[in-house]
């Protein structure tokens, strides 16, 4: 499942720029929930199905696509700048360590992210949830943090939408504890075994359960998985096995709509809702 043609991209683009768009002279200035709630979901839908073009010429629709869907609507520059005035957090030595491998074989992000940028954003994240001397980086967040860096026009939309991203989209992953992360990873092993019992069936057998190949993943979302471009597209909607090969986002995207007919719903519910709730099993 390629990319369309660029006809097609522009044709999506112009889709989506509508959806985008302020009301039109002569239309109500103020949307009802039930309107904005339809406009979302037909992003949502588009994103899914024909993905969010790049077209030469126009600008980039992800960040403001993404910041629609994070419910970033507003940002607070005097904040941002304040936690930076603070200078190293309490968690640098951590950050300092993982932020100089983010992303270190792909050049193209590795020119247009400086690594006192992300190492801004993770530290002004400290200082923003900082308490009593308790650290809330933990493993992961620079690869998380690094596409926001990538597609927003500044640091501070970057800041604003990985800081939504950590608090709303799913906190449990970035518990000290990690317990989301594994909580999807089992997930992930539970899915895997209804969907293809063949495979699920030939790892086990060789002791290969989805917490050996697939914690990275998890944990980062994909992100440790370059190119980073392909990365995005996700993002819109140790040896054995650790070497993925380049990631095709919207032939993973055709397969898992295909696949998740095959999830039951109890486990489909499990499966949205672990990023955001805590779950009764202590890892």
Same mark, same amino acid.
């Given at each position: 499942?390629?990319?369309?043609?660029?006809?097609?991209?522009?044709?999506?683009?112009?889709?989506?720029?509508?959806?985008?768009?302020?009301?039109?002279?002569?239309?109500?200035?103020?949307?009802?929930?039930?309107?904005?709630?339809?406009?979302?979901?037909?992003?949502?839908?588009?994103?899914?199905?024909?993905?969010?073009p790049?077209?030469?010429?126009?600008?980039?629709?992800?960040?403001?696509?993404?910041?629609?869907?994070?419910?970033?609507?507003?940002?607070?520059?005097?904040?941002?700048?304040?936690?930076?005035?603070?200078?190293?957090?309490p968690?640098?030595?951590?950050?300092?360590?993982?932020?100089?491998?983010?992303?270190?074989?792909?050049?193209?992000?590795?020119?247009?992210?400086?690594?006192?940028?992300?190492?801004?954003?993770?530290?002004?994240?400290?200082?923003?949830?900082?308490?009593?001397d308790?650290?809330?980086?933990?493993?992961?967040?620079?690869?998380?943090?690094?596409?926001?860096?990538?597609?927003?026009?500044?640091?501070?939309?970057?800041?604003?939408?990985?800081?939504?991203?950590?608090?709303?989209?799913?906190?449990?992953?970035?518990?000290?504890?990690?317990?989301?992360?594994?909580?999807?990873?089992?997930?992930?092993d539970?899915?895997?075994?209804?969907?293809? !019992?063949? /495979?699920? *069936?030939?790892?086990?057998?060789?002791?290969?359960? #989805?917490? +050996?190949?697939?914690? &990275?993943?998890? %944990?980062?979302?994909?992100?440790?998985?370059?190119?980073?471009?392909?990365?995005?597209?996700?993002?819109?909607?140790?040896k054995?096995?650790?070497?993925? !090969?380049? /990631?095709? *986002?919207?032939?993973?995207?055709?397969?898992?709509? #295909?696949? +998740?007919?095959?999830? &039951?719903?109890? %486990?489909?519910?499990?499966?949205?809702?672990?990023?955001?709730?805590?779950s009764?099993?202590?890892?």
């Amino acid at each position: 499942m390629g990319r369309g043609s660029e006809k097609d991209d522009r044709a999506t683009y112009d889709k989506f720029a509508a959806l985008l768009s302020p009301p039109t002279q002569g239309q109500s200035r103020h949307r009802s929930n039930s309107e904005i709630a339809d406009g979302m979901k037909r992003i949502r839908r588009l994103i899914l199905t024909d993905g969010i073009p790049e077209v030469e010429g126009r600008p980039s629709l992800r960040p403001r696509i993404w910041k629609l869907l994070l419910r970033v609507e507003q940002l607070h520059a005097e904040d941002y700048l304040r936690y930076v005035a603070l200078g190293p957090s309490p968690a640098s030595e951590k950050i300092n360590h993982d932020t100089f491998r983010t992303l270190r074989t792909d050049a193209v992000f590795k020119d247009r992210v400086k690594n006192d940028m992300l190492v801004r954003v993770l530290d002004a994240y400290e200082w923003k949830h900082a308490v009593n001397d308790r650290q809330s980086y933990v493993q992961g967040m620079n690869a998380l943090a690094a596409p926001f860096l990538y597609i927003m026009p500044s640091e501070l939309e970057a800041f604003a939408c990985f800081a939504a991203m950590m608090e709303r989209g799913c906190p449990q992953y970035v518990q000290p504890d990690l317990r989301g992360v594994h909580r999807g990873v089992e997930i992930l092993d539970r899915c895997l075994r209804i969907v293809d !019992p063949e /495979l699920h *069936a030939h790892l086990e057998s060789r002791d290969l359960k #989805a917490t +050996v190949f697939a914690f &990275p993943s998890v %944990l980062t979302m994909c992100a440790c998985t370059p190119p980073l471009d392909e990365v995005l597209q996700l993002w819109d909607p140790m040896k054995v096995l650790r070497q993925f !090969p380049p /990631l095709q *986002a919207r032939a993973v995207i055709g397969i898992t709509v #295909a696949l +998740v007919k095959d999830i &039951p719903e109890d %486990l489909y519910r499990e499966l949205v809702a672990h990023p955001l709730q805590p779950s009764n099993n202590q890892y």
